[in-house]
């Protein structure tokens, strides 16, 4: 299937988030469509991250997103409960200016709380839109992809180029490169492809027509 986007809007709760779930995807579309990512929470109340931020920009600038197209929030990490109403807001503002076609947001088998509500407001923000939902292995549980993307050897390469730069999460198993690598093999195995993201669908709209 041929899809497209003349704008592609991407919703993480926290940075690093947008990049683990589809930095190979974004990598493939830039110059392809209007991309804006969107990242919630800076954790700047946590005083062992205060460098995630410089990091963040830096692993964007890999996957060749401006910073102006790279908008970073300042909700409170694990308090995304207490503020739904404030998210939901915010990404009805983000609706009105920006327009998207189509929107990636977290997985709703992902357990986070504040991840959870991000994908529970972005349903209700988008309702007409076509809605899909990126996987972070630390947790998402019963995760399994029901829309491929195939993406190549360059995008794969770039994505984990990208993760490098987060030095502050160069112990962490979900950012070695051997298990980025391996899942996208996977997902690129079910695709019968070499190389594919996954991402779940929450909503699909479409129409049938023929390329004349």
Same mark, same amino acid.
């Given at each position: 299937?041929?899809?497209?986007?003349?704008?592609?809007?991407?919703?993480?709760?926290?940075?690093?988030?947008?990049?683990?779930?589809?930095? $190979? &995807?974004?990598?493939?579309?830039?110059?392809?469509?209007?991309?804006?990512? %969107?990242?919630? !929470?800076?954790?700047?109340?946590? =005083?062992?991250?205060?460098?995630?931020?410089?990091?963040?920009?830096?692993?964007?600038?890999?996957?060749?997103?401006?910073?102006?197209?790279?908008?970073?929030?300042?909700?409170?990490?694990?308090?995304?409960?207490?503020?739904?109403?404030?998210?939901?807001?915010?990404?009805?503002?983000?609706?009105?200016?920006?327009?998207?076609?189509?929107?990636?947001?977290?997985?709703?088998?992902?357990?986070?709380?504040?991840?959870?509500?991000?994908?529970?407001? $972005? &349903?209700?923000?988008?309702?007409?839109?076509?809605?899909?939902?990126?996987? %972070?292995?630390? !947790?998402?549980?019963?995760?399994? =992809?029901?829309?491929?993307?195939?993406?190549?050897?360059?995008?794969?390469?770039?994505?984990?180029?990208?993760?490098?730069?987060?030095?502050?999460?160069?112990?962490?198993?979900?950012?070695?490169?051997?298990?980025?690598?391996?899942?996208?093999?996977?997902?690129?195995?079910?695709?019968?492809?070499?190389?594919?993201?996954?991402?779940?669908?929450?909503?699909?709209?479409?129409?049938?027509?023929?390329?004349?």
């Amino acid at each position: 299937m041929i899809f497209y986007g003349k704008r592609v809007l991407l919703i993480g709760a926290h940075p690093d988030d947008i990049e683990l779930g589809a930095g $190979a &995807l974004m990598h493939n579309i830039r110059g392809k469509s209007e991309i804006l990512c %969107v990242t919630l !929470s800076d954790n700047q109340k946590n =005083p062992a991250l205060q460098k995630v931020v410089e990091e963040h920009r830096a692993s964007m600038a890999v996957l060749g997103v401006k910073p102006e197209n790279d908008l970073i929030e300042t909700f409170e990490t694990r308090k995304f409960p207490d503020a739904r109403q404030e998210v939901l807001e915010y990404l009805l503002k983000l609706r009105r200016e920006f327009k998207p076609e189509i929107v990636f947001c977290h997985s709703p088998n992902d357990i986070h709380q504040d991840h959870n509500v991000v994908t529970q407001e $972005a &349903l209700r923000a988008y309702r007409g839109l076509t809605v899909l939902g990126f996987d %972070v292995v630390r !947790s998402s549980y019963n995760f399994f =992809p029901h829309f491929l993307v195939e993406v190549t050897a360059e995008d794969v390469e770039k994505k984990i180029e990208a993760l490098s730069q987060y030095k502050t999460y160069h112990d962490k198993y979900y950012f070695d490169p051997a298990l980025l690598r391996a899942t996208m093999i996977r997902h690129g195995a079910l695709a019968e492809r070499d190389f594919a993201e996954g991402f779940d669908i929450l909503r699909v709209v479409g129409k049938f027509d023929t390329c004349e």
